[in-house]
């Protein structure tokens, strides 16, 4: 299977600031056939279940803001939040989609206001 | 809007068993592959099991096999998770997810269900 890891663990950031999640996986989720990266990015709060925010590594879901943006390619992916607002305090997971039916998640970072 | 919306979860005893069912609405639900995802309390996200839109195919986590089986009523536009020999660690809140793509099959998840909580404790 493939290992997702994500860093930081915890990440507080003032409201305004920019946020940056790490995420990355033990082989590469790049399809050279088609350069797309089978990598999701997924927002969850206490309470709701979880929400994607990109998928392909880069896209963003419709509806999401566009002060979340995903980058990155091969094993080594990064979620940004541009400016952060306290609506967006949650848990953050990568999830890699190219290594089917065995998809794996990342185990979270934390995000919270200082 | 597509709605998903699990139940069936409760507290069983280690090794019992126990149906989950996610009913979803608001869209068509024959055409899209279905998957369980479990959250064990403070712990990460899980995949469990994934079953094409037509029931052709299933797929379950090495850590289920043999121990959960996947299922599709699309005339009911119902998703069922049968699960037995429970144990401890099965204890989680288990969402149901949809693929994200109708007729294909992408392997994210769009949207999801609420959650419904399975206990397995004495």
């Known amino acids: 299977d493939i290992v997702m890891t994500q860093s930081p663990d915890f990440l507080a950031v003032s409201l305004g600031e920019r946020a940056t999640i790490n995420c990355k996986s033990s082989?590469?989720?790049?399809?050279?056939?088609?350069?797309?990266?089978?990598l999701a990015w997924y927002q969850k709060k206490p309470g709701q279940p979880p929400k994607v925010l990109v998928y392909?590594?880069?896209t963003r879901a419709s509806g999401v803001p566009d002060r979340f943006s995903g980058s990155g390619s091969g094993t080594d992916f990064n979620l940004t939040i541009s400016s952060l607002q306290a609506a967006d305090v949650a848990v953050y997971y990568c999830?890699?989609?190219?290594?089917?039916?065995?998809?794996?998640f990342g185990p979270g970072t934390r995000v919270d206001l200082k | 809007e597509v709605q998903l919306l699990e139940s069936g979860g409760k507290l069983v005893q280690p090794g019992g068993s126990l149906r989950l069912s996610c009913a979803g609405s608001?869209?068509?639900?024959?055409?899209?592959?279905m998957n369980w995802v479990r959250q064990a309390p403070g712990k990460g996200l899980e995949w469990v099991s994934g079953?094409?839109?037509?029931?052709?195919?299933?797929y379950y986590a090495d850590s289920v096999k043999g121990r959960f089986t996947i299922s599709r009523d699309n005339s009911n536009n119902t998703v069922y998770l049968d699960m037995k020999s429970l144990r401890a660690d099965d204890t989680a809140v288990y969402y149901c997810?949809?693929?994200?793509?109708?007729?294909?099959?992408?392997?994210?998840?769009?949207?999801w269900g609420q959650g419904t909580l399975v206990t397995v404790s004495s």
């Open positions: 608001g869209v068509t639900f024959d055409t899209y592959a």
């Open positions: 082989q590469s989720v790049l399809d050279s056939s088609n350069n797309k990266n089978f």
């Open positions: 999830q890699q989609y190219y290594d089917t039916p065995s998809i794996t």
């Open positions: 079953i094409g839109a037509a029931g052709g195919w299933t």
């Open positions: 392909w590594a880069s």
């Open positions: 997810a949809r693929d994200s793509y109708s007729g294909s099959y992408q392997w994210w998840f769009d949207p």
